[in-house]
């Protein structure tokens, strides 16, 4: 039986290993625990031990689990870690507090108009498709310059940062790399990226937001 209270301690231990390897600021990455397909049970020790950022993937999955979890735990920050569809933008708006997957000008414009309607103004990361692969959302790095300047200079989206998820199976320190270059060059400070098996490598190259799920909650319950 997966004990989820244990294995965030763990997690949040190796953090702050990794950030006094890279000679980073303790508490310098947020820990964002990655509860997709996992259902509000799963959920109850790690908002009992005390954690509150957590990632979903999909906007009517969270819909139906979160809810009912804020009223018992207050302080919840959700983030939106997966693809969104323009059509699912107003009910993001409302739900969440930061969405990493602005991959798109189509969806920067939707999630604007959204938080132009409701007054909410969730923070955003732009999605690189750090990889260039064909199945993978984001734009492509040479792209990205032109969708930060959108969503923040013409739109005024309040952009955190960048994000990315690098090709399975390379190593990916040179994606880190090229996402921190990207940001830098923008003047961006957040990176999303790392997750289970690599986020201590990329604490090390200044990730800000770490996307750990297995890792806390063990092997996901149902297909993605």
């Not at 009912?68 to 699912?88: D, F, M, T, W, Y």
């Not at 990493?100 to 409701?118: C, F, G, N, S, Y």
């Not at 790095?141 to 309040?158: F, I, K, Q």
């Not at 604490?203 to 770490?210: L, Q």
Request: charged share 25%.
């Amino acid at each position: 039986m997966t004990d989820v209270s244990e294995n965030l301690s763990a997690a949040l231990h190796q953090i702050r290993r990794a950030e006094r390897a890279a000679g980073r600021p303790e508490g310098a990455t947020t820990l964002v625990a990655v509860s997709k397909t996992f259902d509000a049970v799963d959920v109850e020790p790690a908002l009992a031990a005390g954690h509150r950022v957590f990632g979903e993937n999909r906007v009517q999955e969270a819909q139906g689990k979160w809810p009912a979890l804020r009223a018992l735990h207050p302080g919840v920050e959700l983030h939106l870690i997966g693809p969104l569809q323009s059509n699912k933008a107003a009910d993001a708006v409302a739900l969440f507090d930061v969405i990493h997957t602005v991959d798109r000008p189509k969806i920067a414009r939707a999630l604007h108009a959204e938080m132009e309607r409701q007054h909410r103004r969730p923070a955003v990361f732009v999605q690189v498709n750090v990889g260039e692969e064909e199945q993978k959302a984001g734009c492509a790095p040479a792209e990205t310059d032109a969708l930060v300047a959108l969503a923040r200079d013409e739109l005024g989206m309040e952009v955190a940062g960048l994000m990315c998820i690098p090709p399975f199976d390379e190593p990916p320190a040179p994606y880190f790399a090229l996402l921190q270059k990207l940001a830098r060059r923008n003047g961006l400070e957040g990176l999303s990226m790392g997750m289970s098996a690599d986020y201590a490598e990329a604490i090390a190259f200044g990730a800000t937001h770490v996307r750990v799920g297995s890792a806390i909650f063990g092997t996901r319950p149902k297909p993605e």
